[in-house]
T-cell receptor, first 114, second 112 residues
Framework: KAGVTQTPRYLIKTRGQQVTLSCSPISGHRSVSWYQQTPGQGLQFLFEYFSETQRNKGNFPGRFSGRQFSNSRSEMNVSTLELGDSALYLC?????????????FGNGTRLTVT | SQKIEQNSEALNIQEGKTATLTCNYTNYSPAYLQWYRQDPGRGPVFLLLIRENEKEKRKERLKVTFDTTLKQSLFHITASQPADSATYLCALGSGGYQKVTFGTGTKLQVIP
């Protein structure tokens, strides 16, 4: 089975721009979560989608949004980019939402905002 | 507010020794705790899960303990090898539809 695929791998944007990141989960996985990872804050939860519905949301401003499609693929959008948005954005999928289902992560999209 | 703390930023140990990593949490009643390994430039990889009613879990050279009274989990790697060098993250969840929250991680360096 193919793992979680995130595209693009690297991205450089300037302040004020917007960006869309993509995540393809493992086949059969219906839950997709997004995390932001920075050296100072570690992994911060952004949101989780299950069957196209947002189930949970972290404490991020409304500039961060996401969606999930019927094939479970997910996209994350950040509008009006700020320098502080520079981070590694990780997507993770799991088969269900039971605690017995561990998270399977992609290798992330490295976003640099200049 | 909920807080998950992992011991020190880096832990250096000699090859062959047992590495012990700590995960402490406050203002949280987790249903389970997970441990992940993350290598530079890669996403975290799941290692072990332990439920709130379990005291200990083992997998090959790995052992995890979970003490809900102390609000602490210990992660042990026995007979450590340089290939075990990585950052180890603990993660907690409350079950059901609750999100999985991660600690900041401990960087382990196994010296040959």
């Amino acid at each position: 089975k193919a793992g979680v695929t995130q595209t693009p791998r690297y991205l450089i944007k300037t302040r004020g721009q917007q960006v869309t990141l993509s995540c393809s989960p493992i086949s059969g996985h219906r839950s997709v979560s997004w995390y932001q990872q920075t050296p100072g804050q570690g992994l911060q939860f952004l949101f989780e989608y299950f069957s196209e519905t947002q189930r949970n949301k972290g404490n991020f401003p409304g500039r961060f949004s996401g969606r999930q499609f019927s094939n479970s693929r997910s996209e994350m959008n950040v509008s009006t980019l700020e320098l502080g948005d520079s981070a590694l954005y990780l997507c993770a999928s799991r088969q269900g939402q039971s605690y017995n289902s561990p998270l399977h992560f992609g290798n992330g999209t490295r976003l640099t905002v200049t | 507010s909920q807080k998950i703390e992992q011991n020190s930023e880096a832990l250096n140990i000699q090859e062959g020794k047992t590495a012990t990593l700590t995960c402490n949490y406050t203002n949280y009643s987790p249903a389970y705790l997970q441990w992940y390994r993350q290598d530079p430039g890669r996403g975290p990889v799941f290692l072990l899960l332990i439920r709130e009613n379990e005291k200990e879990k083992r997998k090959e050279r790995l052992k995890v303990t979970f003490d809900t009274t102390l609000k602490q989990s210990l992660f042990h790697i026995t007979a450590s090898q340089p290939a075990d060098s990585a950052t180890y993250l603990c993660a907690l969840g409350s079950g059901g539809y609750q999100k999985v929250t991660f600690g900041t991680g401990t960087k382990l360096q196994v010296i040959p």
